[in-house]
């Protein structure tokens, strides 16, 4: 084995996004692009000589080949260890949780998420630091400095390890170790949630319905929901990764979880539908006939947590800015602190790891708490397994009390994905140009309060993110906030969030869309979103 000096030339495109760096796979396929990358990144870090590496990925296209070249790269970068999920497989959390119980320097993620995956599709690498957390931008700006200005990369000539069987083996001095998967991430689960109580439900006849969508979380899923909690098997459905996700969009939501969807707005639905996505860090919520709102989820979980032994005392709640501030009226009852962040896990980091919040969440179907640095998608399912193993109701009578309690907040997301760039971009800055004028002034009957691009100040080490989504807020506390996504690999996509509060109970019975209408219309008088992006309705509304 001998370490190579490759000579390569820089990208001018490898910027991380929202989520890590995500591009077109034939992208990825361009000579020398993962190898760029993932050097990019050594050089923006210090000190992990003799350190651990973990590496894994959502099974996608691409990962295996990826894999090999990083474990190769870090043997030859110095690392003294790697470690490595059988089969290239770790979802997000787990990963997480991974670097975390072996103090890990940091670890690479493979995944475009919910992105489809195939040669055709998409993937991606993201970069965890060692607290198990997505690389703060700090790190993903030093990344992409040094990826414009990279000459050339180290790589071991070491032939190719043997993803597929557990146990140690050498490149130099570098130990490459690949293990399980599923059982250090199950392990913790157990420490967290009541798996008897659960085990009860199951046996007392309740009925639930997972779908891994083709995606990572099939093995999680089948070893916990079915294997250690005694759920009939078959309760697990698409449990077996593929490559291109059986050619579908492994994104947990209304449209493209059309199975489960259909099964659980069927006559004979099961009590309990979940779905998660890609990588896993994802989590759809569904009672029999009823949608639960990722943000409504955040907050119920927040109001139930004692029903799990892991969470007997919550510290705080953190929410990304577009999320429904459900959650905030939850903090407020139990006398906890709560913090409005931007968009992307990466800025829950520094809250949890200086114990300010527990709980963290996302509209866009992410939930997740301090045992790991990842929002968690099977964890948000068991959640409420033990929410409902604790309470023996309904997940729609649970969600309906928990409105009439705290009123509800109204809240939906559409999205105009792969729209043209310019045309959204123009939206944005026209928008954005107005906002001043805007705050006083009424639309459609409503006065507006503020106007503005959201800028959040990080409370722990005071770094500043700004340009983090155009908000205008109405004087009765609606508002509508417009994002351009930060994950997408075509065109652009516009999201449109809008939330409005109703406290009384006889109107919780409302349409979500018809409640909304007003605010909706709005949104498109005030930006022009027919305009700008010629589309005459959303590509996806959750
Ligand atoms: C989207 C979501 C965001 C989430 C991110 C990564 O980002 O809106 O809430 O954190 O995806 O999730 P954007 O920039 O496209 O709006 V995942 O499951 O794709 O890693
Ligand atoms: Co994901």
Not at 258 to 280: H, K, Q, R, Y
Not at 373 to 380: F, P
Not at 411 to 418: A, V
Not at 484 to 496: H, K
């Amino acid at each position: 084995m001998s370490i190579k000096t490759v000579a390569t030339t820089a990208f001018d495109d490898q910027k991380p996004g929202t989520s890590g760096l995500r591009k077109r796979t034939p992208d990825f396929l361009r000579p020398h692009y993962v190898e760029n990358f993932i050097q990019s990144t050594f050089d923006s870090l210090e000190g992990f000589a003799g350190k651990t590496l973990v590496v894994g990925g959502d099974g996608r296209y691409g990962n295996r080949q990826a894999i090999q070249t990083i474990v190769k790269m870090a043997a030859a970068n110095g690392f003294g260890k790697v470690l490595v999920g059988q089969g290239g497989w770790l979802s997000t959390p787990a990963a997480s949780c991974v670097i975390r119980k072996y103090g890990a320097f940091g670890g690479f993620v493979l995944s475009a998420s919910h992105n489809p995956g195939g040669p055709n599709a998409d993937f991606g690498i993201k970069y965890n630091i060692g607290n198990g957390g997505p690389a703060p931008e700090k790190v993903t700006e030093a990344i992409y400095a040094h990826s414009k200005t990279i000459t050339e990369y180290k790589i071991t000539d070491a032939a190719d390890i043997d993803l597929d069987r557990c146990g140690n083996s050498q490149i130099g001095n570098t130990v490459v170790e690949v293990i399980d998967p599923v059982n250090d991430y199950a392990e913790l689960m157990k420490q967290l949630f009541d798996f008897e109580a659960i085990r009860a439900l199951f046996k007392s006849g309740f009925r639930m319905r997972f779908d891994a969508m083709h995606a990572i979380t099939g093995p999680y899923a089948k070893v916990i929901i079915e294997q250690q909690l005694g759920a009939p098997v078959g309760t697990v459905i698409n449990g077996i990764p593929s490559e291109d996700f059986n050619n579908g969009h492994p994104d947990p939501n209304l449209t493209y979880a059309e199975e489960l969807v259909a099964e659980m707005f069927s006559a004979n639905a099961p009590d309990f539908g979940a779905a998660s996505d890609g990588d896993g860090d994802r989590n759809m919520i569904l009672g029999n006939n009823f949608f639960v709102t990722p943000s409504d989820s955040l907050a119920l979980i927040a109001a139930n947590a004692k029903c799990a032994p892991g969470y007997q005392n919550i510290t705080g709640i953190a929410r990304s800015m577009p999320t429904s501030a459900a959650s905030d009226r939850v903090a407020a009852a139990l006398g906890l602190e709560c913090f409005e962040t931007p968009t992307g896990w990466k800025f829950f980091g520094n809250l949890m790891d200086a114990d300010r919040v527990t709980l963290c969440g996302e509209e866009s179907f992410g939930t997740g708490s301090n045992h790991v640095r990842e929002k968690d998608g099977l964890w948000a399912v068991l959640f409420w397994l033990n929410i409902l193993a604790a309470r023996k109701e309904s997940v729609e009578a649970i969600v309906r009390e928990h409105w009439a309690k705290y009123g509800r907040n109204f809240y939906s997301r559409h999205d105009y994905e792969g729209v043209d760039s310019a045309g959204a971009n123009t939206l944005m800055s026209d928008l954005e140009a107005k906002m001043p004028a805007l705050i006083g002034t009424a639309l459609n009957g409503m006065t507006i309060a503020y106007a503005d691009n959201f800028s959040y100040t990080d409370p722990i080490d005071g770094s500043v993110s700004t340009k983090q989504g155009l908000r205008i807020g109405f004087e009765d506390g609606s508002r509508i906030v417009f994002r351009l996504s930060g994950t997408g690999t075509q065109g652009a996509t516009l999201r449109l969030y809008v939330e409005r509060f109703e406290a009384d109970s006889a109107q919780h019975v409302q349409d979500t869309q018809a409640a909304l209408a007003n605010l909706i219309q709005t949104a498109d008088d005030v930006a022009g979103i027919k305009r700008h992006t010629g589309r005459t309705e959303p590509t996806v509304i959750t």
